[in-house]
Structures are given as C-alpha cells and as structure tokens.
C-alpha cells in the first residue's frame, strides 16, 4: 500500500487521542517511526528507527488508513474496554545514562556549575482511560558502555554525547529529549576534571512546562575529597528556570535508601 500522510499536525505527550476501528495513527519522533491501529478486537503497532543523522526538531502526528509496507514488523495486542482512547507517555532510560561532554571540562576548587543535559525519551505507547502500557519504543537507538571500576565492579548504563551547555538559551529543545539540570559542585582543594558521569535517569520524573518542554527533576552532585565520595541528590520538582511545569510522568524507580543508590553514587564519576 502506497504511504502517505494525511493532514500531519503536532503531536502532543500525554494527550488523549480518538481512534475509530480501521483507522491508523502514523507518528514520526526523534528517530522512530510508529504506527498504531486500532481494529474491531486489537490493537496493532508498528516501529521503525530511521536514520540518524541530522536531530529532528518535530513531531509529526497523523491519522487515517495507511499502513507501512508489509516488511515493517506488527506486534498485536488483544482490546480490553479502551474505548478507542491512545495516548503516549514519555519515559526517561531505564539504565543510567553515562554523559560524556565533547570537550571536558573544568571545575575550579571551591566552585560549582550548572550544566544542561539532553537525554533520549522512551514513548510508551497506552490506552484506555487508565492508561494500561501496551508498549515501549525509545526515540533514538541507544548506545550501551560499562561503568565502574574494573570489568566485575560497575554497571550497564547507556552512553551519551553531550555539549554540556552552560547557558540554558544554548540547549535544543526537542519533544523526544527532557533537560536535566545537573549542579556539579566541587568542595575539593583542587579542580575537578569532568570527562564523563553517570546520570540515574530511571530515578527522574518527567514535567512539561508550558512551552511544551520536558524537564527532569534537578540533580545535585557534590564532591568534597576524593571522586569515591561524591554524594548524588535528586530534587523533588524542575529548576525555575524552566516556567511553570505539570508532572506527567512519574520516575521509573523511587529514590530511597538502599543498594541502589549507593550503586549509583559509587559509580557517578566512573
């Protein structure tokens, strides 16, 4: 079947959208492409990554009833009282993400920063009034690298490229990435060299200012001896910087104490 799009518009996280039977819902984010159809007895879903290349800086929603060519794979899924109702919900990673700027940087003894970081959103694709998750695609291929002290000490995480960007006007906003604000601050009584760290990013929620820009909560890592005794702290809401924001979606784990926050305090800086 020839493929084509039918009156595109601005798609739109966390918004109710209204299928009838035999109609599909195309979707083009960041590096993903998805369709979703709604028949008489299931749902069906289709994904496809794209080429990477040049970032996307749109999200192109449209309904009607085409469908992909046949080489493009279907997941179905059986209906339950959804009354035709889709919507989509962004998730942060489900592993930490290692950050690794394009050029190091610097923090003098004594001093702190804020940087900017852009981080790929997973898009769980939900239906009916309670939202029940029928699948989840992430909007970029990941890259996955090993952090920690040795091969037997440390964890899978996904890596990340970043500019670091110390302005917040300087940082893309994209619908398939959330801004982290990470303050970095160094107490030691000497500078601190910053090549790559590790963001918890399964222990972020996710809030929408009302620009349409998704934010994470703050993250604070303090260094005050040795790089082994960095302490990592999450805020409970978005920097002021970012406007008025509504939560939409929550972190995939809760931040507490226990193994899993040491593990990620033990590996912040790699």
């Known amino acids: 079947m020839t493929e084509k799009f039918e009156s ?15 109609q599909t819902q195309q979707h083009q984010l960041g590096h993903t492409r998805l369709w979703i159809t709604l028949l008489d007895l299931e749902w069906q879903i289709r994904e496809q990554s794209s ?3 040049t970032d996307p800086e749109n ?3 449209s309904t009607g009833h085409t469908l992909p ?16 109702l889709l919507c989509f919900v962004p998730a942060m990673a489900n592993l930490p993400t290692v950050i690794r700027p394009f050029q190091p940087l610097t923090i ?6 804020v940087l900017y970081v852009g981080t790929t959103l997973w898009m769980k694709v939900c239906v009916g009034e ?9 909007l970029a291929p990941p890259s996955m690298t090993w952090l920690g002290r040795n091969t037997r000490e440390g964890e899978l995480c996904y890596a990340s490229s970043t500019y670091g960007r110390l302005a917040l006007e300087a940082v893309p906003k994209r619908p398939w990435r959330a801004v982290t604000p990470v303050t970095i601050i160094n107490e030691r009584e000497k500078p601190l060299l910053l090549e790559r760290f590790s963001l918890p990013t399964p222990l972020l929620a996710i809030y929408r200012n009302e620009r349409g820009q998704l934010w994470t909560s ?18 409970h809401a978005v920097v002021a910087e970012a406007g008025k924001c509504e939560a939409i979606a929550p972190a995939r784990e809760k931040l507490a104490r226990g193994r899993r926050l040491v593990r990620a305090v033990d590996n912040i800086f790699g």
């Open 218 to 235: 703050g993250v604070t890592v303090k260094c005050e001896t040795d790089m082994s005794s960095a302490s990592l702290h999450i805020d």
């Open 8 to 22: 595109p518009r601005d798609g739109v996280w966390a918004h109710p959208y209204q299928l009838v039977s035999g």
């Open 130 to 138: 309670a939202r029940t998750e029928l699948a989840e695609f992430p």
């Open 108 to 113: 003098p003894a004594g001093a702190r920063c």
């Open 59 to 61: 999200w192109y929603e």
């Open 69 to 84: 060519s046949a080489d493009v794979k279907v997941q179905r899924f059986v209906r339950t009282n959804d009354d035709g």
């Open 51 to 53: 080429k990477q290349g």
